[in-house]
Structures are given as C-alpha cells and as structure tokens.
C-alpha cells in the first residue's frame, strides 16, 4: 500500500503562484512515475505533468512553460509549482504514482483556485 497526500492548495489571483507537494508513504524509488493530474467542475480528469524514474518530464500543453514537476527523493515528495496561473487551471489537482509492479495509487486531491 502508499498513501499520498497532497498540501499547498489554496486560494491565489490570476497571475500568482502556487506549489504543491505530494507526500508520499513509501521511498519514491519504488515508483517508475509520479504524476499530477487535476479535475476541473463538471470536466474529466486530465493529466497535467509527470516525471519518471529516471527524471523525464511532461507536461500537458496548457501548462507549458508555466509549471514545473520536480521530486525529492529525500522527502519523499513529488511537487508541483504553478506559476501565472489562470481561472481555469481552478480545479482539485490530484497526486499519482505508478508502482514498479504496475499498481497505481492515488491521493484525495488538494483544491486550487484562481480568482480572476
């Protein structure tokens, strides 16, 4: 089992900055790939950014260039930093891994929104 927990929601104008940080119970090594995805109200869920084991990182196009995906294997996290952000990245962001033995988990999702 890993549980997930998702911190650094909030309440932010368009233009700010936000960071979320995913908590992870086990060591991220034990992952092939950590992702952010988010679900917007009334919209399906949709991949914002991963990183894999090795570093690689992606991104959907609507977030390019303004978000970033790291990790620290020492904290066990995997963060997301949100800069210019916009009304309609307004949603519940959501924390994922994938295990090497193919299980994914999920955490219960931090809530973000932007004021315009």
């Known amino acids: 089992q890993v549980q997930l927990v998702e911190s650094g929601g909030g309440l932010v104008p368009a233009g700010g900055s936000l960071r979320l940080s995913c908590a992870a119970s086990?060591?991220?090594?034990?992952?092939?790939?950590m992702y952010w995805y988010r679900q917007a109200p009334g919209k399906q869920r949709e991949l914002v950014a991963s990183?894999?084991?090795?570093?690689?990182?992606n991104y959907a196009d609507s977030v390019k260039g303004r978000f970033t995906i790291s990790r620290d294997s020492a904290k066990n996290t995997v963060d997301l930093q949100m800069n210019s952000l916009k009304p309609e990245d307004t949603a519940v962001y959501y924390c994922?891994?994938?295990?090497?033995?193919?299980?994914?988990?999920w955490g219960s999702g931090t809530l973000v929104t932007v004021s315009s």
């Open positions: 990183i894999s084991s090795g570093g690689s990182t």
């Open positions: 086990r060591s991220i090594f034990s992952f092939n790939a």
């Open positions: 994922n891994v994938l295990r090497t033995s193919g299980r994914a988990y």
